[in-house]
Nanobody
Framework: QVQLVESGGGLVQTGGSLTLSCTAS????????TGWFRQAPGKAREVVVY????????RYADSVKGRFTVSRDNAKNTVNLQMTSLTPDDTAVYYCAAGPGHSSALWDDPEEYAYWGQGTQVTVSS
C-alpha cells in the first residue's frame, strides 16, 4: 500500500528546533517531487518547502526561508525537514506530499500532489 508517514513533530519553545521526517512505503520517493505543507487552525493549507525528485531544486515559502531546510535521504526513502528558530506562527499540522515525476512548476499547489501523509503536529510555545 502506497503510504507516506510523517514523524518528528512535538512541542518546542520559541527559538527551538525540530526535524520532521517523511518516509515512503511501496514506492521510491526519489522518483517523486515532494513537498511539505502545513495547516494551522482556521487557516488554509499552505506550502512550506518543495524538493524535486532529482534533488536539483528546492523552493521555500518566504515565511520559512533561512530557517527551514529540506533534504533527501534516499537510503532511507525519506525526505527531512529541519526547522530552526521556530516561532508560535509555525504552529500547525505538517503534512508531506509527493507527486509523480521529478519536478513540478506548480510546486505550491496542493492539487499537484498525488499522495499525502496523515500529518504531524508541531506546536511552538511562546
Amino acid at each position: 500500500q502506497v503510504q507516506l508517514v510523517e514523524s518528528g513533530g512535538g512541542l518546542v519553545q520559541t527559538g527551538g528546533s525540530l526535524t520532521l521526517s517523511c518516509t515512503a512505503s511501496e514506492f521510491s520517493l526519489d522518483h517523486y517531487y515532494t513537498g511539505w505543507f502545513r495547516q494551522a487552525p482556521g487557516k488554509a493549507r499552505e506550502v512550506v518547502v518543495y524538493i524535486s525528485g532529482n534533488n536539483e531544486n528546492r523552493r521555500y515559502a518566504d515565511s520559512v526561508k533561512g530557517r527551514f531546510t529540506v533534504s533527501r535521504d534516499n537510503a532511507k526513502n525519506t525526505v527531512n525537514l529541519q526547522m530552526t528558530s521556530l516561532t508560535p506562527d509555525d504552529t500547525a499540522v505538517y503534512y508531506c506530499a509527493a507527486g509523480p515525476g521529478h519536478s513540478s512548476a506548480l510546486w505550491d499547489d496542493p492539487e499537484e500532489y498525488a499522495y499525502w501523509g496523515q500529518g504531524t503536529q508541531v506546536t511552538v510555545s511562546s
